[in-house]
């Protein structure tokens, strides 16, 4: 089966969910120094206002499997765009310090929420031998609107804005969302989500239009893992027999945010101040730091189908976790400043290769249809809920000792390293329904 032209923009139009979430996760890290001023922000209310985000995208996530099941992956996705909306113009337009966190908590919905339904969609419209290099699109787009959001605060401090120019850096991304909104009515529904609300038929054209060679096999398969014969009735995930889809969901949610990639990334200014750099200068390291990611996607996604996704972790562990030592080691003794964008270049270009371009990917393949939805939310609330809590604590931890934090993230990433090695199954050319099988779930 080749690629064609229905599946690649069904993709690609889910996928621009993740290039928000990119975009709106990272281009606060251009804004703390002008909210500290403007707001007279302590460190702690700097990282409640980072973190106002992040605790929406914890309920979002939390929440984003009913819609979700409800009126479809598709649909949900439309809510997602509008919360986007919402957030970019709430923060162009904050008259307040409250309004402005009550705005990026509407965009932490639609970033927990597109966690949950992008990446579960586009596993579901998504053939076997194709579904890693379609699913990690998305994160691709997630690392592409990283790199927007700092070129873009790049650009932006370069206009001469005054003190509208944070506004500006966090009001852009209504753009994009607008664009969003409008394309996720061109594409179809999740062909399993149909099977499950009974309408066979269309869930066979689905599979017919996207190139599914041999779709009324497939469509067989799909029916008989949702076991349509007994009445589509919902089951709890929480059950003995999801029991290590659910630790494997879990855990690589939590490593991938004990890494302290997001702290890093949302932080990268202030760590380049705190070593020295001056505003623009960081600004410009933060475009290299956010090349590097995109670069390193590019090349886990050419690969991950045929790599693997367990290799890939491994190698992400090791080189994550040397990086974040030489980091930690920079700011203990105040030594080899110069070496600190190259060590965290490195740290990004590990963690694009590895954790970050296999967890959506991974999370959207381990759960059997009957639970996705829900499977694949337990992951990303997991994910989000560590990201929250340690971006919100990171300059308070950061204030009291520059290294301690990064020493921390380094051991984390020797410990995935070992669960991964004896607990980790492979999963790639895995079918979704073969999964099923695979895991003895019944």
Avoid at 180 to 188: G, H, R
Wanted: glycine share 10%.
């Amino acid at each position: 089966m080749t690629l064609n032209s229905y599946l690649v923009k069904s993709t690609v139009v889910a996928a621009l969910g993740g290039l928000l979430f990119g975009f709106d996760t990272a281009v606060i890290a251009g804004a703390t120094s002008a909210l500290t001023h403007t707001y007279q922000l302590s460190p702690a209310s700097l990282g409640l206002t980072v973190a106002s985000a992040l605790w929406g995208t914890v309920v979002g996530a939390m929440f984003a499997g009913l819609p979700g099941d409800r009126i479809g992956r598709r649909d949900s996705l439309r809510l997602m765009a509008v919360l986007y909306l919402l957030c970019a113009l709430g923060c162009a337009v904050a008259w307040s310090w409250g309004a402005l966190v009550f705005a990026r908590f509407l965009g932490g919905l639609g970033i927990g929420g597109s966690s949950v339904l992008g990446p579960m969609y586009i596993a579901e419209i998504a053939p076997a031998r194709w579904r890693g290099r379609l699913v990690g699109f998305f994160q691709f787009n997630i690392v592409f609107g990283i790199l927007l959001a700092y070129f873009s605060n790049y650009l932006l401090g370069l206009a001469g804005l005054g003190a509208a120019e944070w506004r500006w850096k966090l009001g852009v991304s209504g753009f994009p969302a607008l664009l969003f909104l409008l394309t996720l009515f061109t594409i179809p529904r999740s062909p399993r989500w149909l099977v499950k609300q009974r309408r066979v038929d269309e869930a066979r054209e689905v599979l017919r239009l996207t190139g599914e060679r041999n779709y009324q096999e497939e469509l067989q398969d799909i029916i008989d893992s949702i076991d349509a014969e007994h009445g589509h009735g919902a089951e709890p995930l929480f059950s003995r027999k999801y029991r290590f889809p659910i630790f494997l969901a879990v855990s690589i949610a939590m490593f991938n945010q004990l890494s302290g990639i997001n702290a890093v990334l949302y932080y990268l200014n202030d760590i380049f101040a705190r070593a020295g750099f001056s505003k623009v200068s960081g600004d410009i390291q933060a475009v290299a730091v956010g090349f590097t990611n995109l670069v390193a996607t590019i090349i886990a996604m050419s690969v991950i189908d045929r790599l693997g996704r367990r290799k890939m972790l491994l190698i992400g562990s090791v080189g994550t976790a040397v990086c974040l030592a030489g980091v930690a080691a920079v700011f203990l003794t105040a030594r080899h400043e110069s070496l600190l964008v190259w060590l965290l270049v490195g740290f990004i270009g590990f963690f694009a290769f590895s954790q970050g371009a296999v967890i959506w990917v991974y999370l959207s393949e381990i759960f059997p249809n009957r639970v996705r939805a829900s499977g694949q939310s337990l992951g990303s609330f997991t994910h989000w809920f560590m990201n929250a809590l340690i971006s919100g604590t990171f300059p308070l931890m950061a204030a009291a000792s520059g290294g301690a934090p990064f020493v921390f993230f380094s051991t984390m990433m020797v410990l995935q390293f070992f669960v991964v090695l004896f607990l980790f199954p492979e999963t790639k050319g895995v079918s979704l329904e073969e999964m099923q099988k695979k895991f003895a779930i019944r």
